[in-house]
């Protein structure tokens, strides 16, 4: 079983539709996670990130994490057809290294 | 113009050569990290230099090299000894934060 599962897709949906994006993982010393988003072709960018357990939300982001299923979400409100992108799901630990681990990124396509 | 260059943006290379991808960056952040992605597979850590004059493997360094002879610099060699060397390459630096990665645009090598 890999450290981080994601489902690549892809997922489409039409313009405006409430999108969720999720990863599971099995390192319970996870502590930082983090949502990048990469386009075709370039290199990802850091989206959100959330520290420990709770939600965040920056605009029609949201991100969720729930430790004791040992599973995240990334929720998109009112889809863009600019949001086709891949989102990359990573973790990482708060005690030794930091270097995340990176889930295989889910492919979002929103058709207008 | 802050940011981590790479280049070049495509890279074609005959098997049995070596060949070395370029990543600069001018952010002045300590840590560099090389991945390696592949279709549906998610970013795979080759190299890590946290400081200059050091840098550790990662998860697939077979068949890979790297130097950091200064602080903006962190150098990709692909041998002849990697298998499978054709992949989308990306350099990233580590922030103040050390959850958060910034990534280069990335370098396509075909090796035929």
């Known amino acids: 079983q890999k450290e981080v599962e994601q489902d690549p897709g892809p997922l489409s949906v039409p313009e405006g539709a409430i999108v969720s994006l999720n990863c599971t993982y099995s390192?319970?010393?996870?502590?930082?996670f983090m949502w990048y988003r990469q386009y075709s072709r370039k290199g990802p960018e850091l989206l959100m990130y959330?520290?420990?357990?709770g939600n965040k939300e920056d605009g029609r982001f949201t991100a969720q994490v729930d430790k004791s299923s040992k599973y995240i979400s990334l929720f998109i409100r009112d889809s863009q057809p600019s949001d086709s992108a891949t989102y990359l799901c990573?973790?990482?630990?708060?005690?030794?290294?930091?270097?995340?681990?990176f889930g295989r990124g889910t492919s979002l396509i929103v058709h207008p | 113009d802050g940011g981590i260059t790479q280049s070049p943006k495509y890279l074609f290379r005959k098997e049995g050569q070596n060949v070395t991808l370029s990543c600069e960056q001018n952010l002045n952040h300590d840590a560099m990290y090389w991945y390696r992605q592949d279709p549906g597979q998610g970013l795979r850590l080759i190299y890590y230099s946290q400081i200059v004059n050091d840098f550790q493997k990662g998860d697939i360094a077979e068949g890979y090299s790297v130097s950091r002879e200064k602080k903006e610099s962190f150098p990709l060699t692909v041998t002849s000894a990697q298998k499978n060397p054709t992949a989308f390459y990306l350099c990233a630096t580590e922030g103040d934060s050390s959850y958060e990665q910034y990534f280069g645009p990335g370098t396509r090598l075909t090796v035929t």
């Open positions: 959330t520290y420990s357990s």
């Open positions: 990573a973790m990482s630990s708060s005690g030794g290294s930091y270097i995340p681990t």
């Open positions: 390192n319970s010393a996870f502590q930082y």
